[in-house]
């Protein structure tokens, strides 16, 4: 794909409205920007107001038409998210896009403001409540999209319902599969639900390969990897700004259906072009999609109004 053709994967957006979460930075920050360049009115959402804000006035200084917005929301916190929602609910009367984009990547063991396992509380849970709460904005939206960043690592993971929150032995790295696993399962299952039920909304999936952001560095290997690594990445990785061009044709393309997942189309998916991606049979499992469903709303309290 040609530096021209990236530019035009992104349909004209003018009188669109797209929710980012975790925008300050990595595949946040340039979906934002290729969605504000395209007239959509971008909502910056992230933890730290000054990174939001710096974030937003840099998308500002290279399209000075951009209509865009900061927006606290810690993904980490049911409060934060709450807060988020019902001034959403009171400031618009739709959506159009949801990208349901920030995470963490294998950190040390952390629990949430709410005593949840740190990965699994943020990557999944924080999302699923986040757009069951936003959801009324959605629904009457026809054509609107909710699209939710998975990983290769979901390929790897299971879900752990006898230890959800690895309180038993804690692994970072298995956790992170979980959440990511958990990212895809809740996308299709919502696909699914919204289907049943008639809905003209899309849930999709995507992810971004092997790119390099700042989620990405966040591991912090020993020095002899991180030596090898730094020699080899640029070989096996690609940049964010290629990396979100998956989850960019999910939430803007005319081509793409409700329960469809992208990736790139080389390499195993770890770089390339956006193509549908490989969905591993753990993901199209319904009875645990639907434990995974019940579970949640039953962790985060809320009550998925579809």
Avoid: C
């Avoid at 904005?137 to 909710?146: A, E, F, V, Y």
């Avoid at 599969?177 to 996308?187: D, E, P, V």
């Avoid at 999709?204 to 020993?222: D, I, Q």
């Avoid at 030596?227 to 061009?245: H, Y």
């Amino acid at each position: 794909m040609t530096k021209k053709d990236k530019h035009t994967i992104v349909p004209d957006m003018t009188g669109k409205i797209a929710i980012i979460t975790g925008a300050n930075s990595g595949l946040g920050f340039e979906a934002a920007n290729m969605l504000a360049k395209k007239n959509a009115h971008v909502i910056l959402t992230g933890r730290n107001q000054h990174k939001i804000d710096a974030a937003k006035q840099s998308i500002i200084n290279k399209f000075s038409y951009a209509r865009a917005e900061t927006r606290i929301l810690d993904m980490a916190d049911l409060s934060s998210i709450k807060a988020f929602s019902d001034a959403m609910k009171r400031d618009f009367e739709k959506i159009d896009v949801l990208l349901n984009n920030a995470g963490v990547m294998a950190p040390p063991h952390k629990t949430t403001k709410d005593g949840f396992e740190l990965q699994f509380g943020t990557n999944h849970l924080g999302h699923f409540a986040l757009t069951a709460q936003l959801f009324p904005l959605l629904k009457n939206n026809p054509g609107s999209r909710i699209v939710t960043v998975s990983s290769l690592a979901a390929r790897n993971g299971n879900i752990h319902f006898d230890d959800l929150m690895f309180d038993k032995k804690y692994n970072r790295f298995k956790t992170y599969r979980q959440s990511k696993l958990a990212n895809l399962m809740f996308a299709l299952e919502l696909h699914s639900r919204l289907k049943n039920k008639n809905l003209e909304v899309m849930s999709l999936a995507a992810h971004p390969g092997v790119s390099r952001t700042n989620l990405f560095y966040s591991v912090k290997p020993n020095i002899i990897l991180k030596s090898l690594a730094k020699a080899l990445m640029p070989l096996f990785t690609q940049p964010a700004s290629q990396g979100v061009l998956p989850i960019l044709k999910a939430a803007t393309s005319d081509n793409v259906q409700s329960g469809e997942y992208y990736g790139p189309d080389k390499l195993r998916e770890w770089l390339g072009n956006p193509a549908p991606a490989f969905i591993p049979g753990s993901a199209k499992n319904d009875k645990v999609r639907q434990q995974l469903w019940t579970v949640s709303e039953k962790l985060t309290g809320i009550q998925f109004n579809i």
